[in-house]
């Protein structure tokens, strides 16, 4: 059992100073003011004055990191995984992007037989990123492996088979129908690389459409006439929004918009990060195509946007610096609102008791100083005093 006291916590519903929450084994057991929230005998004890708890975040969209990427080697996920942590994420979605459905399967297998002895971030299930995209907006995906919805090629998907999410163009021929026999199964499916219009965006939101894949990236522009497809994302209140604030895919006026028009009910911060995260600038790979990577972004020989090196914690500093807002206010973009988007509302996101023990400890300026997954701490910058 832990017990961690001094602390800011933010659960996110509210924040409550000079707090401590209890840990007993994988799961919260009491969270509230130090008054009323007292030390188990035997407890082991962590001073966190000075710190904010928070929930652990979900990246839902994530490429891979540290020098692999998991379209090129699934069985990379777990290495990852471990290091994930350092960055406050506790769960996440290894993403596959357009590839041979071969290794779709591939990746199926590697979470199926997912290690017992695995360590740190917790994989929820794969992002399949394509095949089924328009050809007009495949960014860096690679054309030859496009194709149109075939009910046939998905006809293992499902979160049984480890796929939690699906992104497709809702405008292909045969796409809604692969949305609501995904759905059905349980699959979160999502709008993206795509030149869908407003009238096409909603039609795949009543087949069952509910996120939308990096806003206004990978889509038609926004226009007073034409909003399409992140027209229809801004303003159907149905999905959610997976957005990346990294000032690089979208200008930082754009990030403060997007705050204002979507709030953190429907705004979800996910990083698209790729091989080149926590590694040396330089020459990287996502999927079959090689990247070059500055301080800042990642992209192919001819200029395109090859995923991201963002780290979550650094989008949820942007979009409290960028939109105005609070860390209270912006946390529910990376615990609450996917955990609810996923069906794990009840087990994730919050710190309440009965819920898992997936905590954040964040310093005053909202760098990560410790991660919890589950009750063990699997991460920590610094050591902290523990009498």
Excluded at 324 to 336: N, Q
């Amino acid at each position: 059992m832990l017990y961690i006291k001094n602390a800011t916590v933010c659960t996110p519903d509210e924040m409550i100073a000079d707090a401590a929450v209890v840990v007993d084994g994988d799961r919260i057991a009491a969270a509230g003011p130090a008054s009323v929230t007292p030390c188990p005998e035997g407890a082991a004890v962590l001073d966190a004055a000075g710190m904010f708890v928070v929930p652990g975040f979900i990246d839902m969209q994530f490429n891979g990191g540290f020098g692999s990427d998991f379209t090129a080697d699934p069985t990379a996920i777990w290495a990852v995984a471990a290091k994930l942590p350092r960055y406050g994420v506790t769960a996440f979605l290894p993403t596959i992007i357009t590839s041979p459905l071969e290794r779709v399967a591939e990746a199926q297998q590697v979470m199926i037989d997912a290690p017992a002895d695995r360590y740190g971030s917790e994989a929820l299930g794969l992002h399949i990123e394509g095949p089924f995209l328009n050809p007009h907006k495949k960014g860096a995906h690679n054309p030859a492996y496009l194709r149109e919805p075939d009910l046939g090629a998905v006809r293992d998907w499902s979160p049984a088979n480890g796929v939690r999410l699906v992104t497709l163009a809702p405008e292909q021929p045969g796409a809604l129908d692969m949305v609501e026999v995904l759905v059905e199964r349980g699959l979160v499916v999502s709008a993206g690389h795509s030149m869908a219009t407003y009238d096409q965006a909603e039609a795949g939101f009543a087949a069952g459409i509910r996120y939308g894949t990096h806003l206004f990236n990978a889509m038609p522009t926004l226009t007073h006439r034409e909003p399409g497809l992140p027209g229809a994302l801004l303003t159907d209140p149905r999905p959610v929004v997976g957005f990346i604030a990294d000032g690089i895919h979208t200008h930082t006026s754009v990030i403060t918009l997007v705050w204002k028009a979507l709030g953190s009910q429907r705004l979800n911060l996910v990083t698209d990060a790729m091989a080149a995260l926590g590694m040396p600038q330089g020459k990287h790979v996502l999927g079959d195509f090689d990247c070059w990577v500055d301080q800042s972004s990642a992209r192919l020989h001819d200029g395109t946007l090859a995923g991201s090196v963002l780290s979550l914690d650094t989008a949820l500093r942007n979009l409290i610096n960028y939109g105005g807002a609070t860390l209270t206010e912006v946390l529910p973009t990376v615990t609450t609102t996917p955990a609810r988007l996923l069906g794990l509302e009840h087990e994730r996101g919050r710190i309440v008791p009965g819920h898992r023990a997936d905590l954040v400890l964040l310093t005053p300026d909202l760098h990560v100083e410790m991660t919890l997954v589950g009750g063990e701490v699997v991460f920590e910058a610094t050591s902290l005093h523990r009498p």
